[in-house]
């Protein structure tokens, strides 16, 4: 699914982000008590449930540096944009990020979809081109990525950004900075990390 909005402080007409149309989803306490190796399988759950850096864990993985393509940079004033309900921990007015995760062969391996205080967005993003976590590693900001939801579904837009064909894993999450939500940010991953992580499901026992 495709979320579109009409944004009533911006003088931009932002473009859509792209959400997942779920077939399942699951809350903090099943992120908590973690998935049956079944339906996702350990190497998928350190991935999508843990609390490190999915960027850093690309680099390992691909033994390629993780690069960012930014493909928009919306305000969004108040509007809730359709988002997590979560957003509203972020306090407004927002900005709107979305960027595509790459290797540095070019290949896509998730999307991301974030919301920022606008006022205070510069501050963490220095270098908008790169990934988050190297922008604010850069300035030593301590951090705790807060895993709120997960979600298996479709999303058409996605397909064709990776050429894979869905349903596809994602998750949103918080980060919280010195006690205080610094930004809400929504998660995709692509199929074609199955190349390193191996199948997204493990036989039962």
């Not at 390992?60 to 921990?89: F, H, K, N, Y």
């Not at 920022?116 to 501050?123: G, K, Q």
């Not at 922008?135 to 479709?154: F, N, P, W």
Request: charge should be negative.
């Amino acid at each position: 699914m495709t979320v579109t909005f009409t944004p009533k402080d911006s003088l931009t007409t932002p473009i859509e982000w792209h959400c997942l149309t779920p077939i399942w989803q699951g809350g903090e306490e099943i992120i908590q008590q973690g998935l049956p190796h079944s339906q996702l399988a350990p190497a998928w759950q350190l991935l999508l449930l843990g609390d490190g850096s999915p960027t850093r864990h690309l680099q390992l993985l691909t033994r390629e540096p993780t690069e960012v393509d930014v493909i928009d940079m919306s305000l969004i004033g108040m509007d809730l944009d359709g988002a997590p309900q979560l957003i509203e921990a972020v306090p407004g007015p927002r900005l709107r990020r979305q960027v595509w995760l790459r290797n540095s062969s070019g290949k896509r391996l998730g999307y991301a979809s974030s919301w920022w205080e606008a006022s205070h967005v510069d501050e963490y993003l220095q270098n908008r081109s790169l990934p988050i976590w190297a922008s604010l590693a850069r300035i030593r900001t301590e951090l705790y990525r807060d895993v709120q939801g997960i979600y298996y579904g479709y999303c058409q837009a996605l397909e064709s950004a990776f050429g894979e064909t869905g349903p596809f894993w994602g998750r949103h999450y918080l980060f919280w900075h010195d006690g205080q939500p610094l930004t809400l940010i929504y998660e995709v991953f692509s199929p074609y990390l199955t190349k390193y992580l191996g199948s997204t499901t493990l036989e039962s026992q």
